[in-house]
Each structure stands twice: as C-alpha cells, then as structure tokens.
C-alpha cells in the first residue's frame, strides 16, 4: 500500500523558513516524479514543485521560484521543501504527491496522495 506522509508544517512570521518533509513507502518510486501541492482556503490546488526520484531536475512554480527548494533522500525515501522568505500569501495546506515518468503541474494527473500539513505564515 502506498502511503506519503507529509511533516513539518507550522505557524512561522513572514520572512521565517519551513522545511516539509514527505516520507515514501510501499512501493519503488525510482521512475517517478514527487510533487508538492498547496491549497488555500476557497482556491483551487496548486502546483509548487517537483523533482524526479532519479537524476536532478527540478522544477518550480513562478510565484515560488527562488524562494523554495525540493530535494530528495534516497536512501529515506523522502522528498524535501524548503521554504525561505515566506510570505502571507504562502499560507496554504500542502500535499505531497508521486505519477510515474513524466513531471506535470495538473494535481489530477498525480496518482498518489498525503494527507497534507498546515503552513500558516503570519505577518
């Protein structure tokens, strides 16, 4: 059974930094693409980054570029966000997801989902 777990959500002022954190399991994600989404009251899910469980492309939304960075840990199976200079509008509920092969930016081509953890960031 797949599961992903997000963690590290919280209250942070604005300008503070998060890191979340996605921990894999149930089955080999070695050709997939890791996803973070984020949700904010009333808005549809957006897509802020992604990154291949093999090699290192990256790829990042423009209203988070520069500002966040995904990575991964094999050897945890465990998928990264770090979040610098976070800003109000950054408030959000984010979900961890995983497709197979092909990086996209549509949630609904994303075949597996966490529960999602907070981020509220005050100003």
């Known amino acids: 059974q797949v599961q992903l777990v997000e963690s590290g959500g919280g209250l942070v002022q604005a300008g503070g930094s998060l890191r979340l954190s996605c921990a894999a399991s149930?089955?080999?994600?070695?050709?997939?693409?890791m996803a973070w989404f984020r949700q904010a009251p009333g808005k549809e899910r957006e897509f802020v980054a992604a990154?291949?469980?093999?090699?290192?492309?990256?790829y990042y939304a423009d209203s988070v570029k520069g500002r966040f960075t995904i990575s991964r840990d094999n050897a945890k199976n465990t998928v990264y966000l770090q979040m610098n200079s976070l800003k109000p509008e950054d408030t959000a509920v984010y979900y961890c997801?995983?497709?197979?092969?092909?990086?996209?930016?549509?949630?609904?081509?994303?075949?597996?989902w966490g529960q999602g953890t907070q981020v509220t960031v005050s100003s």
């Open positions: 990154i291949r469980w093999s090699g290192s492309f990256t």
């Open positions: 149930g089955r080999s994600f070695s050709s997939y693409v």
């Open positions: 997801a995983a497709r197979p092969l092909v990086l996209r930016e549509e949630s609904y081509e994303y075949d597996y």
